[in-house]
């Protein structure tokens, strides 16, 4: 069963605030190419589950961006875990970003030569954490995805799934306050994502804030909320009862 969002439900400070959002691209001469998005207001709360979902041109990879502080909105406002991200400069931002986002791509982007505790330690090393400190924050996250018997393997040793784990365990290792995953399961055969889909699943039942970008029903099914939008606009936002496998 599905039922419209009741913001009057919900009591706790939201970890995302979207109010009035824009975004305009515009051509050299000053001219507007297009607007992307066009007054987006979302409230995404702690330990929500949400699909943003949309048609190619509709703004989902434009607002998934702004979520997770990789480009700035032209004009409104974004309270990220109450913070407002357009007061801070670049620097600023990337450090933020750094430490309140955790992303998961489709493409694993994991670095070859690197053994796969020292690929979850990358994030660290960029905050400045100690090696000690490092090597023991990575073995925690691989062993929240159940890779801790995999240590000292490299990627190239490890299945395409277990390749995506790592990647989970990486944007974990730094304690984010929301996971971004953009189609995380679209370089995988369907059991393999089905195990990753599971995975993103667990996390969620212990308090991790997630919001994933998938065009694919089926897994927004597996969520608990849809965001979707069309012209650059909301034109869903519904809470669903999510679907087993």
Do not use: W
Not at 182 to 189: A, K, W
């Amino acid at each position: 069963m599905s039922g419209e969002i009741d913001s009057n439900s919900q009591v706790s400070p939201p970890i995302a605030d979207l109010r009035a959002l824009k975004k305009i691209y515009y051509k050299p001469d000053g001219s507007v190419m297009v607007e992307a998005l066009r007054g987006i207001d979302v409230v995404i709360r702690r330990g929500e589950y949400v699909a943003i979902m949309g048609a190619s041109g509709s703004g989902k990879s434009t607002l998934m961006n702004i979520l997770g502080c990789l480009d700035r909105p032209s004009s409104g406002q974004y309270l990220l875990d109450g913070s407002d991200i357009g007061t801070m400069g670049d620097e600023e931002l990337s450090i933020y970003r750094g430490r309140k986002i955790g992303f998961v791509f489709q493409a694993f982007n994991l670095i070859p030569q690197l053994t796969i505790e020292a690929n979850v330690e990358v994030p660290l090393f960029y905050q400045g954490i100690p090696p000690r400190e490092r090597r023991k924050a990575a073995l925690a996250a691989l062993e929240v995805v159940a890779l801790a018997d995999r240590v000292g393997h490299r990627p190239r040793e490890l299945s395409g799934g277990q390749q995506q784990r790592v990647a989970i365990a990486r944007a974990l290792v730094t304690k984010p306050a929301i996971l971004m995953a953009d189609e995380p399961t679209g370089n995988l055969d369907s059991k393999t994502g089905q195990a990753i889909l599971k995975t993103f699943e667990e996390l969620h039942e212990i308090g991790m804030t997630i919001i994933m970008v998938t065009h694919d029903d089926s897994i927004a099914k597996r969520c608990k909320r849809v965001v979707r939008l069309a012209d650059g606009l909301v034109c869903e936002d519904r809470l669903v009862s999510p679907q087993p496998a």
